[in-house]
């Protein structure tokens, strides 16, 4: 125990830190969202909140990547930590000037999240370089812990320092839970450089996937010169910058300062090499399929889970039996089964075949959970929907990023995490928006009118709410769906476990 608490040391420290910081975070949206519904009672006006603060971070994502790459990973998330304070910080002035609306924290939203574009792979990879590779899973177990610990303390402290100080009162303990995890990040963590020569000796696109796909080794080998940053040809990025260039930035045809010129060059080979980076993170995932389908299943789960956590506010807030007491446990209960859920993954041997416990677990849990909500109308089995539909998560998130981390090179990953966010993340604020919009627009109207004798009235209920009870229904055979389509897809494929583990 001592070997593994001084191998981790560093993880420790920075893992702490930051999920005190998640938390902080975390009350302040739970506590916006009670805000924002309890001022319009619009299920598509509460969801735009996660809209923009999806949409930024999924349209700029594959950018960010390749700027992370290229940033020093400690100061990268600490100025991305500093401006989304500023934000917390805006909206505490708007708060206390009685001038805070809605548009107000949209926008403050979209800045936040474009800033957690930029932190997020930086912070991923930074997890990495100070993880040895035989703790990826228990790393992996510990986050999805802390993670789920959020889950559970969030809501309730949210709701009762909401409910007896104010909305101020939660985002001054969000800035001081910032401060701390600042502090400590800035002043005891001291994350290594990546270091391409050792890593890509480590882990070469071209071992992966042969060992993965069954790849012959030529096609491997055309990977690997594809994939590593260090084998692009000089002609590329001059082909690339000057495909960019119009005449109208050469000096000779538009004069300038000897500054103006140089800073132009600079730009037009930043953005050449940025575009490269792009290149190889989508290359790599092309020529990696197992990884590209099961970004591409994730998408449809997120779109499922994002419509859900679009319809549950509305849900538990419009019940008869439903409060905002009661959201916040029904929420909590959601962290209690990932905490148990984490807590059996970190002492789970390695499956023998982590594909197959990925789309198991979500064809679970998606199949589950809102059925169990739909036909529910007493707050225990709201309670029990949620333990039963996130018990299994933490298995498959321990199970896919043992995936993730094994195959994709530490040179590489803050492009290839920054190219699965794009595709992985951007069904979230669509699925988010469909949820509101089809509990404002269709299925509340249409529950209006059923008969209180009818089929529809028995199964979701009559009055506010009901509605919200039919978009699960809908949500649960949608996930069924698409767990069994990509079930067939991914049972094609294998993934050898690295050697030595």
Known sequence: MKTIYKELKTFFILWSTQSLSQLGSAMTNFALTLWLYEKTGSALQTALLSICSYAPYVLTSIFAGALSDRWDKKKTMLACDTFAACCSVTVLILLKTDSLRPIHLYILNAVSGLMNTVQQPAGEVAMTLITSEKHYQRTSGLRSFSNSLV????????????????????????LATFAAAFLVLLCFVQIPPVNSSACAADSSPAETLKSMSGTSEADAKHTDVSMNERKFPANEASAATAKWETPATNERDFPASPRKVRRKRAWNALDSSILADMKAGLLYLRDNRLILVLILFLAGVNFVASAFDAALPPYVLSSKNGNRAVLGIVTSCAGIATLAGSLITTVLPAPKNRIRVIYLTMLFSLGTENFI?????????????????WLPVPLMNANLDVILRSTIPPQMQGRVYSCR??????????????????????????????????????????GKGSGAALVMFLLGILGVVICLGFGTVLKKYEFAEPAGK
Not at 160 to 174: K, L, N, Q, Y
Not at 433 to 459: H, N, Q, T, V, Y
């Open 373 to 389: 909500l739909a036909f529910a109308r007493t707050p225990f089995w709201w309670c029990l929907a949620q333990v039963v539909g």
């Open 421 to 462: 966010n794009t595709l992985q993340f951007f069904t979230i604020p669509i699925g988010t928006f469909l949820g509101g919009f089809l509990i404002d627009r269709i299925c509340e109207p249409l529950m209006e009118k059923a008969s209180p004798g009818g089929i529809p009235a028995r199964l979701f209920g009559i």
């Open 151 to 174: 889950t559970i303390l969030h809501p309730v402290f949210a709701t009762a320092v909401f409910t007896f100080a104010g909305m101020d009162s939660v985002i001054s303990t969000d």
